[in-house]
C-alpha cells in the first residue's frame, strides 16, 4: 500500500531481507559481508538521485585498518642492560615500536607520576595481590606513564612460555590517519624478581627503553556515504547528517546453537533501513534548504577507536564545523513499553535542545528511559558527540533478550511500528533540513 510520503512496508522489509538475510551472513564487523552490505545501500542511493560521497566517485568508503603485533621478542633495556620478552620479562600491552622514559620507581599509595615516566610498580605488601599491580587502583595514579613494569606473579614455567608465546597487539590504527598518541594507554610489562630487583637498584631518572619489532596486518571497514546538496546557497554549506551502522556481529562458530548467523535484524539493519528510508523520501523532494548526508557506518560493533564512524569524524567528508547534527538511529524493529504507543526515545535527551526541539515540530521523541544503560555513549553518535557535534541516537530498544544473539531474526520484527517510527521521522528532519535552528548542547551536556 503507498503512502503520500513514499515510505512504504514493503520498501523497508525488501532492505530488511537483504541486510539482515542469511545470504549477508550477519555483516560481521570487518569482512566481506559488511561490504556488500555498504555496497547494496550505495546502489540504493545512486538510484535515488543521491551525490556520491565515497571513494572514486560512488558511495563506498573503505578505510584502510593497520592491526600492528609484536613481531619478535621485544627487549627493555638501560644501558648495557638488557631484558626480553619470554626470558626476563613478559609484554602484556605494547603502544609502539619505541618507548622510553625516565625510571620512576613507585611508592606505594602514590596518587600519581610524572608524565613520560617509565614507572616500576610497588610490590604490593600483601600476598594475593600482585596480579592487581598496575591495574585497576593504579590505573588513575599511573595516568600519563610511558609504559608500567611491576613484578610478575609467581608462575610456573609452562605458564610463563604460554604468556611469551601469545600474540601481542600493539593497537589498531587507520593506515590514513596520522596516529594520535593516547596518554591514556601505557605499555606494560611483567618482569622476573632478578630483573625487578636490577631496576630497583637503578637511582630514579635512569633512562629505560622498550623496544619491539611490529608488524602490521590490513583489514578494512566499509561505509556507504551520499548527500543531498541544499538548494538554498545561503544554506547549504549547513549540514544535518542521518547515519546507522550497517554491520552486526557476523558468524560465530562459537554459537551455542545451530545458528551461528548473528543476522542483526534490529540492531541494526533497522536503523539501517530506517536512514535509507528517509533518504529516498528526502530525495524525492522538494530538496530542503540545508544539506543532508546519510551516513551508513562499517564496524560499529567490532571497530573500537577503528569503527567507520571513527573513520567519519577523523578524515570528515564534510568539516564537521559545518555539521550542524548528526542523528543516529539504532534498534527500532520493536515498541519500547517504556514510552508512550508510536513514541520514540532519544539517547542524552536532556544534553541539548535537540530532541526538544523536534518534538516541537512533531516528533515522537521522549527522553530515553533508561539512562542506567548509558545508551548515549554506546552509539556511533558518541563519536560526533566527543568532537563537539550535538548528536543523539533515536530507539526503541526495550533490551529484549534476543540482543546480540543469532535470534535477532527478521520474524521478530514489528514492521508495523518500525514503518510507523521511519515516518514519525520525516517531517521533522524535514523541518531541520529547511530551519536556521541550531542544536546546541544545556551547559553540563557535552561529553568529554
Ligand atoms: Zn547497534
Do not use: C
Not at 51 to 56: F, I, K, L, R, S
Not at 283 to 303: Q, Y
Not at 376 to 385: G, H, L
Amino acid at each position: 500500500m503507498g503512502t503520500a510520503d513514499g515510505i512504504t512496508e514493503a520498501g523497508i522489509r525488501a532492505h530488511m531481507e537483504f541486510l539482515a538475510g542469511d545470504a549477508l551472513n550477519g555483516r560481521g564487523s570487518n569482512s566481506r559481508d559488511e561490504w556488500i552490505a555498504a555496497a547494496y545501500i550505495a546502489a540504493q542511493f545512486r538510484q535515488w538521485g543521491l551525490e556520491p560521497m565515497g571513494d572514486a566517485g560512488g558511495f563506498v568508503q573503505a578505510a584502510e585498518i593497520l592491526r600492528e603485533q609484536m613481531a619478535a621478542p621485544a627487549v627493555l633495556s638501560s644501558g648495557a642492560a638488557q631484558f626480553t620478552h619470554g626470558q626476563e620479562m613478559l609484554v602484556s600491552t605494547l603502544t609502539g615500536a619505541h618507548v622510553a622514559g625516565p625510571l620512576v620507581k613507585m611508592a606505594e599509595g602514590a596518587t600519581s607520576v610524572p608524565a613520560g615516566s617509565v614507572v616500576l610498580m610497588p610490590v604490593p605488601a600483601a600476598t594475593g595481590g600482585a596480579a592487581g599491580a598496575g591495574r585497576g587502583r593504579g590505573t588513575q595514579a599511573t595516568a600519563g606513564a610511558a609504559f608500567l613494569i611491576s613484578l610478575a606473579t609467581d608462575q610456573t614455567a609452562e605458564q610463563w612460555a604460554t604468556a611469551a608465546a601469545r600474540v601481542i597487539s600493539a593497537g589498531s590504527r587507520f593506515a590514513t590517519v596520522p596516529p594520535t598518541p593516547n596518554p591514556a594507554r601505557a605499555a606494560r610489562i611483567s618482569v622476573n624478581k632478578a630483573t625487578y630487583d636490577a631496576l630497583a637498584a637503578m637511582a630514579d631518572g635512569t633512562t629505560v627503553s622498550l623496544d619491539a619489532e611490529l608488524r602490521a596486518t590490513t583489514a578494512h571497514t566499509w561505509n556507504a556515504v551520499g548527500r543531498l546538496t541544499g538548494s538554498d546557497p545561503a544554506a547549504q554549506a549547513e549540514v544535518v547528517v542521518l547515519g546507522a551502522h550497517l554491520d552486526h556481529l557476523g558468524l560465530r562458530e562459537t554459537a551455542r546453537t545451530d545458528d551461528k548467523i548473528y543476522n542483526g535484524a534490529d540492531d541494526d539493519a533497522s536503523g539501517t533501513v530506517a536512514v535509507m528510508a528517509l533518504a529516498q523520501a528526502l530525495a524525492a523532494g522538494p530538496r530542503p534548504n540545508r544539506t543532508l548526508v546519510f551516513a551508513l557506518f562499517g564496524s560499529e560493533e567490532g571497530g573500537g577507536a577503528v569503527s567507520g564512524s571513527s573513520y567519519f569524524v577523523e578524515l570528515p567528508v564534510v568539516p564537521l564545523d559545518q555539521i550542524v547534527t548528526q542523528l543516529q538511529f539504532e534498534m527500532l524493529a520493536r515498541h519500547d513499553p517504556m514510552v508512550p504507543a508510536k513514541s520514540l526515545w532519544l539517547t542524552g535527551y536532556e544534553r541539548s535542545d535537540l530532541g526538544s526541539e523536534l518534538a516541537k515540530h512533531g516528533a515522537a521523541l521522549v527522553p530515553d528511559p533508561r539512562p542506567e544503560q548509558s545508551f548515549f555513549t554506546r552509539s556511533d553518535n558518541i563519536k560526533f558527540a566527543r568532537k563537539g557535534v550535538v548528536s543523539h541516537t533515536v530507539s526503541s530498544f526495550n533490551l529484549h533478550t534476543d540482543y546480540h544473539q543469532a535470534s535477532d531474526e527478521i520474524d521478530t520484527v514489528d514492521f508495523a511500528h518500525l514503518l510507523a517510527s521511519v515516518r514519525s521521522m520525516l517531517e521533522p528532519v524535514r523541518w531541520l533540513a529547511n530551519s536556521t535552528f541550531k542544536p546546541a548542547w544545556t551547559p553540563e551536556g557535552r561529553p568529554r
